[in-house]
């Protein structure tokens, strides 16, 4: 007799987005040139992190149009990488808080995190970059937040 198994959880990997890390020269207007670039091609940086070191800076960017970005760094030799992050949408910025408390009681741990420019919405919304996105899309998810998709992002 075969035994029945139980799912108990389902891999949904949850809605990811693009978002790429470009190491800037440490030099003025480095960055500025990184926006224009983007920006000539009508796509919109919706989210931007700058963390400075010594000799370069990382700009953390969430855009609109993540295809023609990995086009655009790749064709003018830019140095980057890409990971895929979370986008948490709050109802009110107090929801910081829960938000945290969700990903703590699941054992998530951040990487990152900074919130949007533009609010998809007119909601705040946070980008968080977790060790494990589909434990913590799953426990967000279960606690009421809303994840959004490269879709809303884009318009």
């Not at 035994?3 to 108990?8: D, F, H, I, K, S």
């Not at 959880?9 to 990811?16: D, H, L, Q």
């Not at 796509?43 to 960017?61: G, N, P």
């Not at 990971?83 to 949408?89: D, F, H, I, N, P």
Request: proline content about 3%.
């Amino acid at each position: 007799m075969e035994l029945a198994t139980t799912r108990t959880t389902e891999k949904t990997g949850g809605p990811k987005v693009p978002q790429f890390s470009v190491h800037l020269q440490n030099r003025v207007g480095a960055l500025q040139d990184l926006i224009r670039l983007i920006n000539d091609h009508n796509v919109e940086v919706v989210a931007l992190s700058v963390q400075d070191a010594t000799d370069s800076a990382l700009a953390r960017l969430v855009v609109t149009d993540p295809d023609l970005v990995r086009s655009l760094l790749n064709g003018h030799d830019l140095s980057h990488s890409e990971v895929s992050v979370l986008v948490v949408e709050l109802q009110e910025a107090t929801q910081l808080g829960a938000m945290l408390t969700s990903l703590l009681k699941a054992e998530v741990n951040i990487n990152f995190i900074y919130p949007m420019m533009i609010r998809p919405r007119w909601q705040a919304a946070m980008v968080v970059h977790v060790e494990d996105n589909e434990c913590a899309s799953n426990v967000l998810a279960a606690d009421g937040f809303n994840l959004l998709t490269q879709a809303d992002i884009s318009r």
